[in-house]
């Protein structure tokens, strides 16, 4: 299962970005989806979660900067990020998770400057 993430670039802080990730239809109208980033010599964290029914959830440091949606009919979740901080930084990975099962995508990096 491929998932494609892509969106990620340079951006000054304080400025947007808007992630996508388009997964094949069978995963998508099934599983979890959700952003996951990892900054340079940082774990892997969990940014922001939507279930099947549209409901999110967001890590403290996002929330009410970053929105998570996602598109049925295209089978694209996406992430907007506005108000980037540096701390922003990293390589972001989308994933989808159902019943013990998961996926990766490949990673998009997005670079916040001062």
């Known amino acids: 299962v491929q998932l494609q993430a892509s969106g990620g670039g340079l951006v000054q802080t304080g400025g947007s970005l808007r992630l996508s990730c388009v997964a094949p239809?069978?995963?998508?109208?099934?599983?979890?989806m959700a952003w996951y980033r990892q900054a340079p010599g940082k774990q892997r964290e969990l940014v922001a979660a939507?279930?099947?029914?549209?409901?999110?959830e967001y890590a403290p440091s996002v929330k009410g900067r970053f929105t998570i949606a996602r598109d049925q009919t295209k089978n694209t979740m996406y992430l907007q990020m506005n108000s980037l901080k540096l701390e922003d930084t990293a390589i972001y990975y989308c994933?989808?998770?159902?019943?013990?099962?998961?996926?990766w995508g490949q990673g998009t990096l997005v670079t916040v400057s001062s």
């Open positions: 939507i279930t099947t029914g549209g409901i999110p």
């Open positions: 239809g069978s995963v998508f109208s099934r599983y979890i």
């Open positions: 994933y989808a998770g159902y019943s013990g099962t998961f996926h």
